[in-house]
């Protein structure tokens, strides 16, 4: 997943944790599939800040927001998913990340002093 991020083919990223998320974390007795689950899910959500700067970025061409939206969306969708049977079994707790510069929660970015949170909207409306 890491090469297809290092390579901007976020569709790959999807396509490939949606292959991850077959993974049982709760049920499996394998250790080394759910070190390949967890580090799939961080890879998810540094391909998710990726896709965000993109989003964010004024110097998008239009094909290059289009494909964002969509696998942003597909991205989110999986993660959701993934949040909501987390928080079935974990407390809430902070990522542990430091804030990208200029910015004070993930999401956040800052263009030509205007403070734009792409995490409030869903991606066809945050990169207008």
């Known amino acids: ?9 976020f569709s790959s990223v999807v396509k490939a944790y949606r292959k991850v998320l077959v993974i049982d974390k709760d049920h499996c007795d394998v250790d080394l599939l759910k070190y390949v689950r967890a580090k799939a899910s961080e890879s998810a959500q540094e391909a998710r800040s990726d896709l ?3 989003l964010a970025d004024e110097t998008s061409s239009a094909g290059s927001l289009l494909d964002a939206i969509r696998d942003l969306s597909e991205l989110i969708s999986l993660l959701e998913g993934e949040d909501t049977d987390d928080e079935a079994n974990k407390p809430k707790s902070g990522d542990g990340k430091t804030p990208r510069a200029g910015s004070t929660k993930p999401g956040t970015f800052s263009i030509d002093r205007h403070v734009i949170c792409v995490r409030d909207y869903p991606p066809a409306m945050a990169c207008l």
């Open 1 to 9: 997943m890491r090469q297809h991020i290092e390579n901007a083919d």
């Open 52 to 54: 965000e700067l993109i």
